[in-house]
Antibody, heavy 117, light 110 residues
Framework: EVQLVESGGASVQSGGSLRLSCATSGFTFRDYWMHWVRQAPGKGPVWVGRIISDGSSATYVDSVKGRFTISRDNVKNTMYLQMNSLRPDDTAVYYC??????????WGRGTQVLVSS | QPALTQTRSVSGSPGQSVAISCTGSSTDVGTYKYVSWYQQHPGKAPKLMIFDVSSRPPGVPDRFSGSKSGNTASLTISGLQAEDEADYFCGSYAGSYTWVFGGGTKLTVL
């Protein structure tokens, strides 16, 4: 069974940093692209970024470029999201999502990030 | 403002059919076949219902179907059941290894 378990969410002040983790199991992690997607309360999801299988390249939505960095450890089967210079509009549930042929396919249960001003 | 536009809410009675639309642009829905639909119950993770415009993952009932015309994709749910009541949102590949999602549609089963 595919499992994606996010952790690291917390309440932080504006300008702070957080690192989210996504521990995976049930599939060959190193074979898949992975995404981070966030969802604010009552809103639709927003794609944050994607990292390719070997971790050598990542792409991001414009609103997080230069502040967020996605990385992965294919030995630990874990993906990370380093978030710096956090702003109140970064407040959301952050989901770890496995990609399948350009489709964000399997979603974790999410971790809550709250940024206060 | 979500990149893909969806109607905020739709409703239908058990057994009826409903359609949910998702309007994008020529840089996403209109160009790529990588259009997907997700179901999300309150407090739960989204579940993939449709991928590649009209394909269903294993285990998704054939009551759920997808289509696309121009810049607009649609999800049709036939034979509505109480458990179909949820939020539905669309997603699309948008080129240059970026993706976009819709704002979501709340489906109420009357």
């Amino acid at each position: 069974e595919v499992q994606l378990v996010e952790s690291g969410g917390a309440s932080v002040q504006s300008g702070g940093s957080l690192r989210l983790s996504c521990a995976t199991s049930g599939f060959t992690f190193r074979d898949y692209w992975m995404h981070w997607v966030r969802q604010a309360p009552g809103k639709g999801p927003v794609w944050v970024g994607r990292i390719i299988s070997d971790g050598s390249s990542a792409t991001y939505v414009d609103s997080v470029k230069g502040r967020f960095t996605i990385s992965r450890d294919n030995v630990k089967n874990t993906m990370y999201l380093q978030m710096n210079s956090l702003r109140p509009d970064d407040t959301a549930v952050y989901y770890c999502v496995r990609d399948s042929r350009y489709t964000p396919e399997a979603w974790g249960r999410g971790t809550q990030v709250l940024v206060s001003s | 403002q979500p990149a893909l536009t969806q109607t905020r809410s739709v409703s239908g009675s058990p057994g009826q059919s409903v359609a949910i639309s998702c309007t994008g642009s020529s840089t996403d829905v209109g160009t790529y076949k990588y259009v997907s639909w997700y179901q999300q119950h309150p407090g739960k993770a989204p579940k993939l219902m449709i991928f590649d415009v009209s394909s269903r993952p294993p285990g998704v009932p054939d009551r759920f179907s997808g289509s696309k015309s121009g810049n607009t994709a649609s999800l049709t749910i036939s034979g509505l059941q109480a458990e179909d009541e949820a939020d539905y949102f669309c997603g699309s590949y948008a080129g240059s290894y970026t993706w976009v999602f819709g704002g979501g549609t709340k489906l109420t089963v009357l």
